[in-house]
């Protein structure tokens, strides 16, 4: 009505990311574009960034990786234009996750170690320490064991983590201990990690734990 129509736009976006969260990738989809037209027409391009972001995901929960992958790539070509590289290391995290769906973990990795990079020249400690996290999946899917193990001990080492990242390290080096038929620690591990998973109602972890 106040023809507000870059707050329009964001409006747009926000409201496809909450049909997003419950499930309506339908409307969610049409948010999205609305969103998509009006940074196109006022020639927003970070909101174009975050847009394509956005779909990629969208694409991705319906198993359309070219599609998503696809998405990516606009984004992050408008990125490296802005010379956004908060934005452009997002995309490139984005990249590995699109990999890691299809199965293509060698790609995953190398995606997830450029993000870190990327996100180590920017400053976002959190974001960082996720790529690592990241990118230690990769390796145990790839059975590179001893390396995925490597990152862990350096992860375990790193100050200021976020508690959720702390948990999710410890509950990755469970698995990892279990690989190397470890189980007395692995029992160990889970059993600490889950007092503080259950503090925090991280039911989705604890079942994980469980299992």
Known sequence: QMGDRIREGVCFGNLGEYYHYVGDSSR????????????LEQGDKASLVRGNRRLAW???????????????????RIARELGDLSGEASLVGTLGTVAASRGDFESALAQFQKAEMLYEHHGSHEQRQNCRVNACLALEKLDRVDEAFALVE??????????????????LEMNLRIRREDWHTAIALGDGVLVELEKIDAWDRTISVHA
Do not use: S
């Open 28 to 39: 969610a989809k049409h948010c999205y574009e609305n969103a998509q037209a009006i940074a």
């Open 58 to 76: 969208l694409q991705m929960d319906a198993g359309a990786w070219d599609r998503a992958e696809e998405c990516v790539r606009q984004g992050l």
């Open 154 to 171: 350096a992860l375990k080492a790193e100050d200021n983590m976020a508690p959720f990242t702390q948990h999710f390290v410890t509950v």
